[in-house]
């Protein structure tokens, strides 16, 4: 199974981009998701999840209110809409996914990794 995350680009501050994590092989739908994003020098930071049915999610303080998790199973895609950017948000984003029943807010605790989308936003 593999995940690959894409979307990503330049944007200016204020702006939005939607980002797309899909699966080749394995439907998504028995897995909760989460989205991570890293910049050099720091850790994997999490900022949102979604359990596997859709019927709950989780978002980090940071992203809340400007980021929006869903997903739609019959097309093995989960999205990451983000709005209002902000330079800080600039980073590569990563999708993970996990058989857990929970939402778990860690890296650690995913079990299948994607490759990474950059998101640069200019000020």
């Known amino acids: 199974v593999q995940l690959q995350a894409s979307g990503g680009g330049l944007v200016q501050a204020g702006g939005s981009l939607r980002l797309s994590c899909t699966t080749s092989g394995r439907t998504f739908s028995g897995f909760a998701v ?5 910049t050099p020098g720091k850790e994997r930071e999490f900022l949102t999840g979604i359990a596997w049915n859709g ?8 992203v809340k209110g400007r980021f929006t ?20 948000d600039t980073a590569v984003y990563y999708c993970a996914a996990t058989g857990s029943l929970l939402i778990p807010r860690t890296a650690a605790e995913y079990d299948l990794w994607g490759q990474g989308t950059l998101v640069t936003v200019s000020s």
Do not use: C, H
């Not at 989460?34 to 890293?38: D, E, K, L, T």
């Not at 709950?56 to 303080?61: E, L, Q, V």
């Not at 998790?69 to 800080?88: C, F, G, H, W």
């Open 34 to 38: 989460g989205w991570f994003r890293q």
């Open 55 to 62: 019927g709950r999610t989780y978002y980090a303080d940071s």
């Open 69 to 88: 998790i869903s997903r739609d199973n019959a097309k093995s895609t989960v999205y990451l809409q983000m709005i209002s950017l902000k330079p800080e």
